[in-house]
């Protein structure tokens, strides 16, 4: 209860009233909104989540790295896929056998796996791990980003 003593030519102005519950009223009116701030974000971050763990590379990073240290190239698409259009130098192997014929690429040097649009070759990546090689990375974006760049493609 709200009580004031006022003066002759004096007014009390009441803005609002002020519910107790208003934080949990709040919430729960507003929960669509909360909902949309929620998935966002998440959205925001799921990129920096799935390319933790898959050491990926941009298409400048795999030119250096393909000219400085003679990387090898690999392509995990479907030979079809493959003779469409690849990288130059790319060694194919379909993400089907790669765990059987992950020996077939020299060893010691760095292994970058590509494909379309980099989701396939992550799963490569974690393939060649499992076969023990360590210097492995993915070419984020794929063959889709290579060809964004303006780089050449084999047929």
């Known amino acids: 209860m709200l009580s004031a003593r006022l003066m002759p030519?004096?007014?009390l102005i009441i803005d609002r009233l002020v519910d107790p519950r208003s934080p949990v009223s709040f919430i729960t009116e507003n929960i669509f909104l909360f909902v949309v701030a929620f998935a966002s974000g998440?959205?925001?971050?799921w990129p920096i989540v799935t390319?933790?763990?898959?050491n990926g590379l941009?298409?400048?990073a795999a030119t250096r790295m393909i000219n400085d240290t003679d990387a090898v190239v690999l392509d995990?698409?479907?030979?079809?896929e493959f003779e469409a259009g690849h990288l130059p130098g790319a060694r194919n192997i379909p993400l089907a056998e790669l765990g059987k014929r992950a020996g077939e690429l020299p060893a010691g040097r760095p292994v970058i796996v590509c494909c379309n649009s980099?989701?396939?070759s992550a799963r490569g990546v974690g393939e060649l791990r499992k076969a023990g090689r360590d210097q492995v990375f993915n070419l984020?974006?794929?063959?889709?980003a290579w060809r964004q760049a303006g780089l050449p493609v084999v047929r």
């Open 118 to 120: 980099g989701a396939s």
């Open 42 to 45: 998440a959205m925001l971050l």
């Open 9 to 11: 030519g004096q007014y």
């Open 140 to 144: 984020d974006g794929g063959l889709n």
């Open 58 to 60: 941009d298409t400048l």
């Open 76 to 80: 995990v698409r479907a030979p079809g």
């Open 51 to 54: 390319r933790r763990g898959a």
